[in-house]
């Protein structure tokens, strides 16, 4: 199993990785990420899986074993910008090891056992996180859905077909499953400070994304004087440190990672700055009051600056509980410790369709994530897979 966990790590360390940074550029239906696609088709059917697909890039890899509601297991493919090697693709891969491990062990499931991916987990392309399980399940109609423009302004029609993809959603793709466990690096330093290279998760915080559009008058940057000036770009500058304030003595998060200035000129006023909160809080009403809170001081500010501002909810996921008789079940005694994540995942999209879902994290030592640097060990991810294989031997016999 060692040598088949490696060589399928092997074999996609180099796709969709940059040379400069060491990072990871898999945006949904690129060329990388439908390289990542085919790999993973492959290893199912190398593994006599049958292979079960959508139009979207949901791909499932079943093991047609008993009857029953089937158990699912599986991650993500896709990445963030510049993002690390273990997000998603440890899942994946563990999974797939997962199931080498129970045959190894005689072990015949009493049920189906597919294996899955699901396209843009991460919204890195779309804006919206985990679109290939919402779509999959339900959350999201694809009448909105194909309204979607990523930042060159290709529709997701477009760059699904692009893809080789025909945008069809399939609703009959997730209908048998009872259950779904997904293993995934932790993105934090839980484990690590437990000395534990394996935990479960106990649910995911809500979080969400918010598009402020910060609008001002553009002007020369020398002969405009301070006083007659609508800069927007001040206006974004006092919200971002407004909202890191807010989260900072709240205890949540919340972070402007990505901003767009027009027209991005060095010697002139901007017109116009859009950029992108991202929130995540213990619970939901904390989450509707911390936004609501960076939005009123942002339009103060506004108002002070002469500018005007606009804000867009694009993705919001609610409080995820994981199912707690199925982490049980899948824990059996191995005493797995149990920890909350700020995260979001495939597995909280499962779960508010009402599929008992539940999380397996293997530890990262650095709690480092959406980054080039994100790590976790051979043997920690080994130890993934020898704990998957037994949770789900728990859950298919
Ligand atoms: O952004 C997230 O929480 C996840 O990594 N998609
Ligand atoms: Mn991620
Ligand atoms: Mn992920």
Known sequence: MVA???AMWAALAPVGRSAASGGYFRQPWTSAETELRAWFTEECRARGLRVEADGLGNVVG???AGEGP????GSHLDSVL???????????V?????VDRLRERGVEPARPLGVSIFAEEEGSRFGLACLGSRLATGALDWERARELRDRDGVALPDA?????????VDPSLLAGVGCFVELHVEQGRGLDDLDAPVGVATGIWPHGRWRFEFTGEANHAGTTRMEDRADPMLTYAMTTLAANKQARLSGQRATFG??????NGTNAVPSRVTAWLDARCADEATLTGLVAAVERQAADRADRDGTTLVVTAESVSGLVEFDADLTRRLAGAAGWPALPTQAGHDAGILAAAGVPTAMLFVRNPTGVSHSPAERATTADC???VEALADALGRVVT
């Open 4 to 6: 088949d966990f490696e």
């Open 62 to 64: 079943w093991w047609d």
């Open 70 to 73: 089937a158990v699912l297991t």
């Open 82 to 92: 510049d993002g690390g090697a273990y997000d998603g693709p440890l899942g994946v």
């Open 94 to 98: 563990s999974a797939l090891a997962a």
């Open 160 to 168: 699904l077909e692009s893809a080789g993809l025909d945008g069809r």
């Open 258 to 263: 990505r901003v767009e200035v027009e027209p």
């Open 382 to 384: 080994l130890a993934g």
